[in-house]
Nanobody, 128 residues
Framework: QGQLVESGGGSVQAGGSLRLPCAAS????????MGWFRQAPGQEREGGAH???????TYADSVEGRFTISIDNNKNTLYLQMNSLQPEDTAMYYC??????????????????????WGQGTQVTVSS
């Protein structure tokens, strides 16, 4: 069964940085489509960033220029580097994955939030 496990969450002051790893289990394949989402209490889930195996990445306007999505294929691990964190970045962060998709379909899946696999989430809290 596929499994994604996020870690790296915690509390940080405004202006600080965190890096969130998301470890994929042995089912991970080279033709990947993976993304990071976040959800704050009382708010809708937001798709922060996504990456496709051909190298395409996209970012939400709210995180563009501050967050970087990357992947270590040798470790089957997705990362989200978050810099210049602000209180409005406080949320539960989730990673998600699907495999065997074209880059275009991957973008559609990310936009709709319809990935096949999801992690359990890791909490990020930013204080002012």
């Amino acid at each position: 069964q596929g499994q994604l496990v996020e870690s790296g969450g915690g509390s940080v002051q405004a202006g600080g940085s965190l890096r969130l790893p998301c470890a994929a289990s042995a089912y991970f394949r080279s033709n990947y489509c993976m993304g990071w989402f976040r959800q704050a209490p009382g708010q809708e889930r937001e798709g922060g960033a996504h990456i496709h195996s051909v190298g395409v990445t996209t970012y939400a306007d709210s995180v563009e220029g501050r967050f970087t999505i990357s992947i270590d294929n040798n470790k089957n691990t997705l990362y989200l580097q978050m810099n210049s964190l602000q209180p409005e970045d406080t949320a539960m962060y989730y990673c998600a994955a699907s495999f065997g998709l074209t880059s275009g379909t991957c973008y559609t899946v990310h936009s709709a939030g319809t990935y096949a696999y999801w992690g359990q989430g890791t909490q990020v809290t930013v204080s002012s």
